[in-house]
């Protein structure tokens, strides 16, 4: 679990645990990762965790969180569906993240480079997918900027479009959960959206639409 010496994880504020994350993804970008005694942190958290941070991200096997921003195990109360989407069970455990275990920062994450994203960009509407694109369909309609070849094969659409997710839902989050609301109002968490580029390494955070 992450130490530090002038930080109590139960003091922590959503501004702190957002530091410790941007200096985490820089040590990930330069292959500059902290050393971990698994075992210890294994025999730490078998009877309790106490995540500082909550992510919702893509379930794309390139993106997992932990490596990206260098943290350990009960560290990041991680939430992965394909988009990023804020469904009803997504925001139920972001809400347990926070309200039970302690979170003190929501990151809606989407990525570069989307399947999940390059579906909705397409309409795609077969099988249970169907009930994903759905919920990204707003952040393709969202989009005026860009008129011809409004598809995945249109990398500057899709990259658009990736950022508009995360603002929409990052929005659905506002309106469906009064329980995150009234935390985020009181500043008890915090709540930003980012964007992870597969090439890079680097997490860009939206700080135009942040909570905190």
């Known amino acids: 679990m992450y130490r530090h010496p002038d930080i109590d ?4 504020t959503p501004r702190q645990a957002l530091d410790i994350l941007i200096e985490g993804n820089q040590r990930f970008k330069n292959n500059v990762l902290r050393e971990r005694d698994m075992l210890r942190v294994r025999d730490e958290i078998v009877d309790k965790q106490h995540p ?4 919702l991200s893509c379930s794309d096997s390139r993106t997992t969180v932990e490596l990206i921003f260098d943290q350990n195990l009960g560290d990041i109360f991680s939430v992965r569906l394909a988009g990023n989407i804020a469904s009803n069970k997504a925001i139920g455990s972001l809400e347990l993240s926070c309200k039970y275990l302690g979170s003190k920062l929501v990151i809606v994450m989407g990525h570069s480079n989307c399947g999940a994203i390059k ?3 397409d309409h795609y509407k077969g099988g249970n997918i169907g009930e994903i694109i759905e919920l990204i369909d707003p952040a393709v309609t969202l989009e005026k900027t860009i008129t011809e070849h409004r598809n995945s094969t249109n990398d500057v659409f899709v990259g658009k479009v990736c950022f508009h997710n995360v603002e929409i839902q990052m929005e659905r989050i506002l309106k469906r959960s ?3 609301t009234e935390m985020i109002d009181r500043k008890v968490i915090g709540l930003i959206g980012a964007v992870y580029n597969l090439a ?9 639409h942040t909570y905190i």
């Open 52 to 55: 500082f941070a909550s992510v």
């Open 119 to 121: 579906a909705a960009c």
């Open 178 to 180: 009064s329980l995150l």
């Open 9 to 12: 994880r139960d003091q922590l």
């Open 200 to 208: 890079s390494g680097e997490v860009e955070f939206d700080h135009n």
